[in-house]
């Protein structure tokens, strides 16, 4: 019976990645009630556990799982006082589930509703990343908020704010058009960007890094036509890809320029030099004008450092040039570091100190870690290494996470034994 259960778990598991998203989007479609939809979803799962293991698993699992959380939806709506469309339409589902999957334009739909919905801008962006692992990823809401630093009752009030403000607001549960689409893609680009960023951060969730992958190469297959929701993609996988070379054996960071490349995901770095090829095709260029987007001259950068086989070999020149290109899209200080440590790369560290000391003005770099790093390692390469050490306990005193404060000491001291030591 354990092998069975565990056969059982996997496949709803399997299957659920696979349904889940179209169960919720199709109920929440027709009944317009989020909570339901998700409530019926969850049902569904939770009985294919019970059941599978003694009755088998269904030859259709996701058509399974659609018609319980169907007759769970109907159930609950016959109760209360629903319009027949409603029910008429939940009919239907049992007819779709039994004979197979439904047609594809209707799936497409009910995802890119339910993406397109989750990341609304009336929404407060948290609120939009939220909802998003919710609603879309399924992820518990304790480890939501878990994630976010909260606890678990504020975290379901703020879903609940969500979902109330979406039905308040009568914001429409569609995929917007024309000009209004490329309007509203940046900002569920944004979403996803995000939702990357807490797994990827040293103290992230890591699993929130594999569902914003999921999502971007969901959104790439089902909007074919736009460049940067694959040059989303491939960036994801390309900074993904070094996830095993990270941390050491003792869990701390290690910096890029000391990690073993071996262990890099090389399937992944392939996958996404085949995208961004791609996207250099006639007819794949950003709308309108033809030049990459943000999101594409990220990748870029990120394939110039995964594709170095050391790195002596990386190409810093074209770095820049990238991220000279990205702060006339995107200009904002954090932008201007990484173009000043790319130049300082690429043209030595006094042209980075240069970069660095431009966008520091105004203060919106004070105190911020990575400003001081980048400062630090100038330094260091320029020959002050007493004063490099310094810099880097500095940073250490602002770092955003204990694994950075760590790593930052250990440079500050490498630089100051170099300092101390024979002809210095």
Known sequence: MTDARAAAAQAAAAAATEAYQRIVAALIRITGDWTLAEDCAQEALALALDRWPADGVPDNPGGWLMTVARNRALDVLRRGTVERRKLRELAVLALTAATGEPEREEIVDDRLRLIFTCCHPALPLEG??????????AVPTPDIARAF???ESTMTRRLTRAKTKISEARIPYRVPTGPALQERLPGVLAVLYLLFTHGYNPDGEPAFADEAIRLARLLARLMPAQAEAHALLALFLLQHSRRHARRDAAGDLVPLDRQDRSRWDRAAIDEAVGILSGLDEPGHGEPGHGEPGPYALQARIAACHATAASVPDTDWRRIADCYDRLAELQPGPVVELNRAVAHGYAHGPAAGLDLLA??????ALDGYPLAI????????????RARAAD???TAAAHAHSEVERRALLDRADELREESDGPGC
């Open 128 to 137: 939009r990343v939220a909802l998003t692992l919710r609603t879309i990823c």
């Open 149 to 151: 630093l909260v606890s």
């Open 358 to 363: 431009r966008a520091r003005t105004g203060g």
């Open 373 to 384: 790093a980048a400062e630090a390692d100038f330094t260091a390469r320029a020959g002050d």
């Open 391 to 393: 810099l880097f306990r």
